[in-house]
Nanobody, 125 residues
């Protein structure tokens, strides 16, 4: 019903920057939350940043001050500006979308109904 496609991944040196993008299509009317998750080899998927229709954001402590999540005027485009990248940021990054929840748009993956296929981010030291 909702399709998500990520782009913008790549390889950078520590301290560099990348900007990830996500394009949503299909029936996006009921999308209230969008978020970025990441998963490194051998580790569980973790939330990175989330944003609501009204631009309320939530960030993982590990990326606060370095990453910025933004969206377009509708819930069809999503971006993640990543600055001061560290090797620990190396992971597959996934775009996610979900409906309204009373608790707000948080970083628990179970709240999100739709997922992209991911884009790889590699940060070298």
């Amino acid at each position: 019903q909702v399709q998500l496609v990520e782009s913008g991944g790549g390889s950078v040196q520590a301290g560099g920057s990348l900007r990830l993008s996500c394009a949503a299509s299909g029936y996006t009317y009921n999308v209230y939350c969008m978020a970025w998750f990441r998963q490194a080899p051998g580790k569980e998927r973790e939330g990175v940043a989330a944003i609501s229709q009204y631009d309320i954001t939530d960030y993982a402590d590990s990326v606060k001050g370095r990453f910025t999540i933004t969206k377009g005027n509708t819930m069809t485009t999503l971006s993640l500006q990543m600055d001061s990248l560290k090797p620990e940021d190396t992971a597959m990054y996934y775009c996610a979308a979900g409906p309204y929840v009373s608790s707000g748009c948080r970083l628990n993956p179970t709240a999100y109904s739709y997922w992209g296929q991911g884009t790889q981010v590699t940060v070298s030291s």
